[in-house]
């Protein structure tokens, strides 16, 4: 079955970095569009990045345009998320998700604070 897991998030000092992942299994990676969201506490999920199947095209959230970068791994199925300049409104669980085939990760956990 589909499956997506992501790893890589944590408590990080505003300013700091983090790097998560996203292991796809269960498809066939190449063929879709993978995208983070997050969801901050009492707040809706948003969608943060996305990129293309070869990954040649990306978008970004205007929140984390120049900060953070998306990229993608097709030979190990894995999506990542660099995070730079992290800021306390950051904060939140982040999911990935497969376009096209309505899966979500379990998500992993980013706190920014001092």
């Known amino acids: 079955q589909v499956q997506l897991v992501e790893s890589g998030g944590g408590f990080v000092q505003p300013g700091g970095s983090l790097r998560l992942s996203c292991v796809g299994s269960?498809?066939?990676?190449?063929?879709?569009?993978m995208t983070w969201y997050r969801q901050a506490p009492g707040k809706e999920r948003e969608l943060v990045a996305s990129i293309s199947r070869t990954g040649g095209g990306t978008t970004y959230a205007v929140s984390v345009k120049g900060r953070f970068t998306i990229s993608r791994d097709n030979a190990k199925n894995t999506v990542y998320l660099q995070m730079n300049s992290l800021k306390p409104e950051d904060t939140g669980v982040y999911y990935c998700?497969?376009?096209?085939?309505?899966?979500w990760g379990q998500g992993t956990q980013v706190t920014v604070s001092t």
């Open positions: 269960g498809f066939t990676f190449s063929n879709v569009i």
């Open positions: 998700y497969a376009a096209g085939l309505a899966a």
